[in-house]
């Protein structure tokens, strides 16, 4: 599958840095075998080789690198996790959960200090995030998850109310009432990312094959659409695209995201809006959206809620939707009145990877040399770096205490059949859509649609 992507801003500024790379052309052989050229299979590939510079690393990638999610995310570089404390509190305890969010956290100290270290020019810049409330409702899930990670130990440093003044000094939105502040999230420009961490760790010596998809794996054999590839460990990163691998047809299922870029704001347009520190700022709505500032002063904004495709289908006309895309210009007009003043420039989206139990995992059979890492419904930017981080001890073996972190061999149950996972999974969004639109009319929680949320999730 050789497509290339439709009007993403961060794939246009980066055009110069994609290198074509060759495909693979022969059989090979080599002790490790990455499957997916993102975030999770360049920075495993990076951590094995700096516990292990000898390994024979080797990534396949189907298209080039930064060709998924990696290259086309919203940039928020969070230490916030797809699963909340209590959630992680009721399968593994509470010293689990704070042990997690601990790590998470301290994820973003590690991606600054190896882009620092590695002289990574991916526009990182640590402003934290803004989680604003627009009703009721809003304000009573902003003030719960203050609440909740203060009361597992995080105190005010982590997590904390704005007060009216400071939220609208920072970021003047109309109809902010509450919100809360975190400074553990950083923007980046996605794509200077990935293909940074492709050339670095070809520097270490990781070969990167391009243009080859994995069909199926078992263990110690890849087999690709042109060659075969021996490894005695074989990692899978596949995350959106998963489901094109035989016998992983139901391990994720690909949700799909999407983004809308403006032209950048003028000087007396930014003083009026503050946004001087391009904090990341979401709203405490049930359909996710996400926002930041640019480098260049553009505001990137995303949104969730496309229907799931059929059979877990993945196709590049998918990457674009223009009535989910719309919505997103409606959702950002009416967060950002100012943007009705800017042009949308750029419009893409793509697939990101969703496991049955919702929560992302690092999984390693040191038996048959196989591993995996992902399902990051949504949230990989950082908690990548923290997986591969983790699956590198794991491969290792040397017992570090990020391999006793909760999500360590969790592999989740398999999704429904179809047409029970594409109604599942479209009923559940459309239940989140139609909540927001309740909440926002009357300001009560939509306790019905709630709990068959619950009961579905
Ligand atoms: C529009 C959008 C916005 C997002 N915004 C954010 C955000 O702001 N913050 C955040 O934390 N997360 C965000 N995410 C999610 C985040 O980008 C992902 O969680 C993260 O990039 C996952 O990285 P990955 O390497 O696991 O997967 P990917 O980046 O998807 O990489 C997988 C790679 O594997 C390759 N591949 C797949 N199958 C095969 C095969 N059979 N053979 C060979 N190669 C294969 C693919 O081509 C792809 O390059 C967003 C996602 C999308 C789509």
Known sequence: ????????????????????????????????????????????????KKLLPDLRIVVIEQNNVGFGASGRNGGWCSGFLPISLSEIEQTHGRAAAVEMYKASFQTL????????SEQIDCEYHRGGTIHGA??????????????????????????????????????????????SYTPHCAVIHPAKLVQSLAQLVERLGVQIFESTTVLEYSPGNVKTNSYTCQADIIIRATEGFTARIKKHRRT????????????????????????????????????????????????????RGAPYHFASRVKPQY??????????????????????????????GGPLGVPRNWRPSVNFERTTGLASLGGYVGDGVAATNLAARTLAH???????????????????????????????????????????????????PDKIRSKLLDYFL
């Open 1 to 48: 599958m050789v497509a290339k992507l439709l009007n993403s801003l961060w794939h246009e500024s980066t055009a110069q840095l994609v290198k074509n790379r060759p495909a693979l052309d022969s059989d090979h052989q080599c002790d490790v075998a990455i499957i997916g050229g993102g975030y999770s299979g360049l920075w495993s590939a990076y951590y094995l």
């Open 134 to 179: 627009t009703n009721a409702v809003q304000q009573s899930r902003v003030r719960h998850d203050v609440e909740q990670l203060h009361d597992f130990g995080f105190g005010e440093e982590h997590i904390r109310f704005l007060a009216a003044t400071e939220i609208s000094s920072r970021l003047n939105i109309d109809g902010l009432s509450t919100a």
């Open 252 to 303: 994720l299922a690909p949700l799909y995201s999407y983004m809308v870029a403006t032209t950048p704001l003028s000087t007396s347009q930014l003083s009026n809006l503050g946004w001087a520190n391009r904090e990341t700022y979401h709203d405490a709505r049930n359909m996710i959206i996400y926002a930041q500032l640019t480098k260049d002063k553009r505001i990137a904004f995303g949104g």
């Open 319 to 348: 990457d674009k939707h223009s009535v989910i895309h719309d919505k997103i210009i409606r959702s950002m007009h009416e967060v950002f009145k100012i943007a009705q003043e800017l042009e949308v420039t750029h419009r893409w």
């Open 109 to 116: 100290d590690e991606i600054e200090k190896v882009i620092n």
């Open 394 to 444: 794991l491969i290792v073996g040397d017992k570090h205490p990020l391999t006793e972190l909760f999500w360590v061999n969790q592999v989740s149950r398999k999704w429904e059949v179809e047409p029970l996972r594409f109604i599942g999974i479209n009923g559940l969004l459309k239940i989140s859509e139609s909540m927001d639109r309740h909440e926002a009319r009357t300001n009560q």
